[in-house]
């Protein structure tokens, strides 16, 4: 008997299988901030509340809420801030700001008056320098009576360069004073302010401007040396009284000018210097009319 020989044919081993692959072999590890978005977008809701919350930022660190309030400004502050300016920056002194005040209402009084003749037969004009102070702004001008008295013609010059004829509107001898009315004014003219010789007294800071000797504006300061002194008026010979003595410099062409405190008001016009010689020159005594005087003259109200 053939035995059959069982044999099988065998066929080559299959490849063990491959592991799986790990996601973490075949990608690099992501930063954390992209982990916190991959989160983010698998759950919308908390998407939107990152939005929310950027978008808010912004309003919320400008909000009153997280702004401190300004620190108080104390006594101290304020000190320390004024004395600072003190010692950094120069200020005017009181009689450069009591001259400013009035500078706009100054104004040069000039008058012509026919002198004698000349060898041709023509007259000669001579010509009188003073001063005068606005006190109406329509025009109206105080000055002395001795500037313009006998003149044919009188000019006034304002602060501003503009000249103008004047004529007078009024005279009151007895304390030398004249009020003239300028024909043309600037459109802005200003008034002095005219303040009550009441409560003046000797050694009060005054301040005088005019045009001495036709110079100016020119600009002095002293003090009252007195009240209701008496004098006989060297110009027209006329006793006065109730004068304002002063020590501040004037000279011939201050004549009709203002005599101001340091805040700039004018109590008295410049009327007269007293000197016992023949120079016409200022030594230090020089006599104003008070203000209710003058302003009675102009037909303003007494104070």
Request: glycine fraction near 10%; hydrophobic fraction near 45%; avoid cysteine.
């Amino acid at each position: 008997m053939r035995r059959t020989a069982l044999y099988s044919r065998s066929s080559p081993a299959a490849p063990p299988p491959e592991p799986a692959a790990s996601p973490a072999a075949d990608a690099a590890p992501r930063p954390p901030w992209r982990q916190r978005l991959a989160a983010a977008l698998r759950h919308p809701g908390l998407l939107w509340t990152a939005v929310g919350a950027l978008a808010l930022g912004p309003a919320l660190t400008h909000s009153p809420w997280f702004n401190p309030a300004p620190r108080q400004l104390t006594q101290d502050d304020i000190n320390a801030a004024v004395l600072h300016t003190l010692q950094n920056k120069a200020l005017p002194s009181q009689a450069a700001r009591a001259a400013a005040m009035v500078g706009p209402s100054l104004v040069r009084v000039e008058g012509l008056v026919e002198g004698r003749k000349d060898k041709k037969g023509h007259a000669e004009m001579g010509r009188g320098v003073g001063t005068g102070v606005v006190i109406i702004d329509n025009g109206t001008i105080l000055t002395n009576l001795h500037v313009v008295q006998g003149a044919q013609r009188i000019t006034v010059t304002f602060a501003d360069g503009l000249e103008s004829p004047a004529g007078i509107l009024n005279i009151q001898p007895e304390n030398d004073l004249a009020v003239l009315r300028a024909h043309r004014i600037p459109d802005d003219l200003q008034a002095a302010t005219m303040r009550s010789t009441g409560d003046l007294a000797p050694g009060d800071e005054v301040v005088a401007i005019g045009f001495p000797f036709g110079i100016g504006p020119s600009v002095s300061a002293g003090v009252v040396s007195g009240l209701k002194r008496s004098l006989r008026s060297p110009e027209g010979g006329q006793q006065m009284s109730n004068l304002i003595q002063f020590d501040a410099a004037a000279n011939p062409g201050n004549s009709g000018g203002p005599l101001i405190t340091m805040d700039g008001q004018v109590v008295g016009i410049v009327t007269a210097i007293l000197n016992p010689t023949t120079a016409r020159t200022f030594l230090g005594i020089g006599f104003a009319v008070p203000i209710e005087n003058a302003a009675t003259a102009a037909g303003q109200p007494p104070f």
